[in-house]
Every structure is written in C-alpha cells, then in structure tokens.
C-alpha cells in the first residue's frame, strides 16, 4: 500500500488535477494505493472569510459563496464527462447545505469553533468528490474513519479507534479511494478538523493503520529545500533527510511539512517523500530515520519575526525554580515559548516569543517576579523586537568539529549581530537571534559556507567606469570562470554608477554588456547609490572606488559601519587628514570588514602589503625611498640632454604619461600623497604640510592657463633643467624625483629632485616604472627593493582585482 497526498496548489486547477490523476494512474500500475487531497488552493481561506463575513453581518458573503460556487462546478465541468448531471447534482447538494448553513449564521450572526470546523469541512469534501468523479474511484468522507475529541480547530485524534475504523474499512473495499485529508469526526459524530498541515496529518494517520510501505507528499515543489528559495536563491532539495532533522526544519520555518503530522509515520518507520506534481519525474526528499552524510549540515531556517525577553538580576544566581516560575507562569497563560537560552552563570534568561505575545508575557513574567523586580534583585524585563531567528540544522553536526564557529564565522564577517544563541546537547539545532533586516543576508552567507561546493559569491558595487573600471570589469568577466573552477568563488557586480548614470541588478550585471545596462539606469547620485547599496543588505559585499573624487570618500566611514568592505586606488582619503585615516582604519576593525588600498601607492605592485608584511613579522623601517610618479619616471629617464626638458614634458603628454595638464604631475602633489599614504603606514602622524615638496613647475608657468603658453614658458627654463642634468652627469650620476621618509625619531619626509649614483638601486630605473626601497634592520645593507609599473590602467585594475580576491579569502 501506497499513501499519495496532493496538496491545495496540486489541486487547484482542472489542469493540475488532470497531473494528479496521471500520477495515481501511473502508480497503480505497481500496487494498491489510497488518495488524500486538500481543498482547491486557498478555498480554505475562503471559507472562514465567507464563515466570518456572514457571522459579522455582512452580506458580501454572498459573492464570496458565489465564488466558491462557480470555482468548483467549472472545474468539474472541466474535468467530468460522464454522468456530469449526476456530480453536479451531488456538487450543488453540497453547496446547498454550506449557503443553508452560512444563511444561519447571517442571521444569529454568530459562529462557534464546531461550526467553522463544519464550514471548512466543505473544501475537502468537494475537492475530494470532483477528483474520485474524474478517476472512477469512491469517495471517502474521513470524518467516518478519523474519531477525534470535540477540541474543534484542533482535534486530537483516537488512534485505537480510528486505526480500527480505517483497517476494518480497507479490508471490505477494493477500489481506489479518494480521501478527504485535514477533517474527522468525534464521537457525536460533529465535523472536527485536525489543525495546521491536517491534510498531510491525515495521510500520516492513514499510513500508520494501514502499515503502508510510503507515504508521498505532492506538492508545488521539488522537496525540502537547503533554505527558503525565495530568501536563498541556490538553495536546493535536500535528497534524503531524518525525521527529527525535518521536524527541526519545520519548527524553524521550512513550510513543506509541518512537525506533528509525521508522528505516526515516524512511529512505524515509515518513508515519507516529498514530491513535486508539476515535476513527477524529480525523485523529491525522503524523510526517513536515516540521513544522508552529503554535507555537515542539512538546511538552514529561519522564523521571520520574534520578540526577545531577556530577564536578568543577581537575584537569580543559584537561586532554585526561577526556571520554573518563569516557564510555569507562561505556561499558565497559553504563552508559547519558541527559543530558550541561559547564561552559565544563572544571571540571565533569554526566551523567544511571537510578537504579538511579547507584551503579554513581560506583564505576566513581571506579576510573577514582582517582589524581586521590587527589592531590585531582578531587573524589570527588557523586550527586544524586530528580530528573527536562523537555525541550522543536521544529524552530522555533532560528528563535525567547527560548525558552530563556522556558522558565526559567517555572521561575524558579514557585519550581523547575535543578540542569543541556543545550542541542544544533542549539537542537533544551532539557533541564534539576529536582527530581522539582517535574516536574507544570513541565510545566503552560511548557504554560501555550507553547501555548493563552499561557492562564495561576492556581491560587488562599483563607482567609477572609466579606464580602471572598464579594465577592472573585463578582467573579472575573463577570470570569473577560472575562479569558480579553482576557487569555488563567484564574483557578481551588483551596482554600476559613473558620473552620469547608475544601475542595479540583483542577480548580477551581464558583464559583456555592462556599458548597455548601465545606459539605460536612472541619473547618477552618489548617495541614493550608497543608500540602494545599504538597503540591500546582501552578504560578501565590497564596494569598489575606481575614481579619483573626494566626494566618494565622504560615505566611506558609512559604508564601513554597515560591515561592506571597501577596496580603492582613490588617495584622497587616506591622504587626507590624518584624524580620517586613522578614524577608517578604526571603523574597518571594529566592523570587522576589510578596507583595502594597495593600489594607492605603485598601482598594481605589492608595496602596501609588502611594508605591512615586514613590520607584522617584527621588522623595523629605517628609511623609506622611492619613486612613485611614473610620470617623473619617464621624463627624467627619458632626459638625457638629446631633447630639451619641455620636449621630453610635451612627448610625455602626448604618449599619454601625463595627466591632462602636465603640471599635475610635475607639482609632486601625487608623489607626495602616496609617500603621506606609506609613512602613515609604518605608523608616522604625518599631514600633508609635513612633507617638504619641490615643485618642478617654474614659479611664472604655475598661472597660465593656456597649454601651449605653458609649454612656451616652460621652455625658457630648458637651460635650468639642462644645467642641472650635466652637473648629475658630471658626478657620474643620474636625476630622479625622489620620495623620501627618514623614520627616525622625528619622521622627516620629502618629495624633491635628487641625484643617485651608479650603485643605486634607482640608477637602473627605466621607462615608466616605480620603484620603492625600504631600509630595515633586516634589510640594512640592502634595502628591499620593489620595481615595476606604476600605472597604467591594467596593472591598477590587477591590483585592485588582487585585493578582492584578498576579501574572498578572509571571508572564506
């Protein structure tokens, strides 16, 4: 015997219905098999509004009947050819007795328990003759079978009556049985129903007595889920799950099955399968007393809204019942208590409740401890709301060191609070208490961390789409396969903003046509970009500054409080005021997220990391020299006395070394900023104004705003320039524009032109490049030396892409 249960949205059309009677007539194919059906998806809910409406007075109850009406004989006209006059006839003798019985209570405008049971009786019972006129099966009218108390909306159930009952009913019938699910009948013989999930309670009951070999559930989709799809959107179905890991699921949200209905199963060791109707041919969860070892966990839950009372005070250390008053007193008022969690050391009691109770029970658990709350032993109750709870649940977890600090692991890294956590000896259920706005970001961060494969999904949101972006965008686009393959790391762009657009795709930008989609988005604003950013709320989010505005930098201290690391080439900010550097830099440690620069200084080189790497293994900076303009670079290397200064400065310009205005550039203003960046670095309380800077711009060429007046100008100091080139090469020596930080007692630094000789490591500098020495007591005789492009959009957007790959790994 096989028990098939199809659900409300598996009946709810003549469509669907007509699956329904495939897969009963395909499964009779290999033994004997009973049919339970709910009513026609949301009729349930039709009846008690129409029960309530006529109760109330209102005579809108006669167009709700009408619905009701009009729905169940189209469908059956949809689906019944042979003696139609006949159903219909039984189907609108049905219908007579609900309008007789709604008209009555129109007029005493009242309705009891019994009588919503008797109304909502009536959704099973039409579903279930439709379906066994389809099929040529009987129809059974459980309440014959199913003896219940008169404890009306939630019967409890006679099992040694209702066993005899539906053993005794299947010895004497043959043919296939259409079963209403969800109702019964007491003793009177009064309509009663079974409560939430009843339907699935009834194939439970019936698979019990008749020691069936399964019961299927049919429903809208392909089994448990890991997690809620609508909140995780890779979650999938778990093939095979325990009973008590189902119940934990269920009590912590999981919709497919609710906990009670699948004890009489459980009590014979019956499989129970969930299924999909509008996928039959998916093999669905088996619910059994075993559970699959696939993965350390088997699903993640979550209840959406909870109120936390927290009751504390040191009268309660070692003092014994206080347990037992605070659960009795709750008790005693029906006040159903959802989570538990205790201090070791008796100091405090955390328990979570519906919100809806949260006031009840403060004021029933405050008249229970009123003396102590009075003498001050116990603090008056604190109520926290707006809270959810996550639980992560598997038989394995107790088999499996680390899950617990991999679960808060995954929270602490995404910026989410834990306000309780509650944790059975059986290690069955790890459950904590977040904030509500924080439960999809949870999910999908310990989704991410349990299942997949560990697949981590970044979640990325870029201002700035010029050279370093664009560049930055197509790297990811050619890299993010090989990284999924070899890393298990997804990399997504969320938000996409220039200076005159922005953009936003939850599931991710098509990266070949990122430039389209960002055509077609609303006018670019910085903050309601932020703010779009923050309200999403998604977890492993980096926000990418690929611009070289200081107004970005104004959200950065907001971003990094809302835990969304931040990776930059900008300087503005960290070469700014020292009070903001440090004030970031604090903010990322606190929030417990990453704020990222390396390409600040040397683009895409290890310089940051590198510096950062020496005085974490205990080293000590010395001195600091480099040249950090590849601007400069070029032209002193390229000034060799065959061109003139301001010929090598227009060649420069035109090649594109330069910023538009080569002044820029020639000002030091940029070297300096990123020597500010180092010295900072290696823990100098270094301003910009304690940087002596040369400026290599002539006093009378500073003003001029034409460029090629500029260049006229320049050109009288060709001598100046040339003069200074053959005293270097007089000495055997060559010009560099050299950044420079003594990191003495006093921290002395300086960005100006300098001469090195031929046993420097800058003597050999080439083309474009930077180079960076740190002296160190490690490196004291020879310094440290970095070497290599110091710009150039493809080597910053690298070097950026370096250090989101860095967040991937920590998060991971």
Known sequence: MKILKFGGTS???????????????????????????????????????VGTLAASGNKKYLEIFDEIKTRHLKTAEELINENSSKTTGKIEETLRELENILEGIFLIKEISKRTLDLIMSFGERLSAYIISQSINADFLDSRKLIKTDENFGNAKVDFELTNKNIREYFDQHEKLQIITGYIGGTRKNDTSTLGRGGSDYSASIFGAALNAEVIEIWTDVDGIMTANPKQVKKAFPIKEISYVE????SHFGAKVIYPPTMVPAMNKNIPIIIKNTLNPGFPGSTISKKSANDFSIKGISS????????????????????SKRLFGSLSSKKINIILISQASSEHSICLAVEPKSATHAKETIEAEFEQEIK???????????????????????????????????????????ISAIAQGSSELNISTVISKIDENKALNAIHDDFFLSGTKTLNIFMVG??????????????????????????????????????????D??????WKNELEKGESSDLAKFVEKMLKLNLPNSIFLDCTSNEEITKFYEKILKESVSIVTPNKKANSGHLKI?????????KSNIKFFYETTVGAGLPVISTLRNLLYSGDKIIKIEAVLSGTLSYIFNSFTGEKSFSEIVQEAQIKGYTEPDPRDDLNGLDAARKILILGREIGLPLEMEDISVENLVPEDCRKISNLEEFFAKLSTHNVDYSNKLKAAQAEQKRLCYIAKIDAGKHGQASVKLQTVDKNHPFNALSGSDNIISFTTNRYLERPLVIKGPGAGAEVTAAGVFADVIRIANYLN
Not at 26 to 39: E, H
Not at 404 to 409: C, D, I, N, P, Y
Not at 508 to 513: E, I, S, T, V, W
Request: hydrophobic fraction near 45%; glycine fraction near 10%; proline fraction near 2%.
């Open 11 to 49: 009946v709810g059309s003549a469509e669907n219905i007509k699956k329904v009677i495939a897969i009963v007539t395909d499964n009779q194919k290999n033994g004997k098999v009973a049919v339970i059906v709910s009513a026609f998806s949301k009729i349930t809910d039709k009846l008690i509004e």
């Open 246 to 249: 189902a119940m934990e699921m």
């Open 303 to 322: 209840i959406s809204d909870i109120a936390l009372l927290r009751l504390q005070g040191s009268g309660m250390i070692g003092v014994p019942g206080v």
């Open 375 to 417: 003498t001050k032993q116990i603090d008056p109750l604190i109520i926290e709301k707006d809270l959810s709870i996550i639980a992560v649940v598997g038989e394995n977890m107790r088999l499996t060191p680390g899950i617990a600090g991999k679960v808060f692991g995954a929270l602490g890294k995404n910026g989410i609070n």
């Open 465 to 506: 789409c010029g050279q370093i972006g664009s560049t930055l965008i197509k790297q990811i686009f050619n890299q993010n396969e090989f990284l999924q393959k070899t890393q298990s790391l997804e990399i997504k762009l969320i938000g996409i903003a220039n200076s005159k657009k922005m953009f936003f795709a939850t």
């Open 508 to 513: 991710g930008l098509d990266l070949q046509n």
């Open 581 to 589: 550097y440090q004030e970031l830099k604090e903010t990322a440690r």
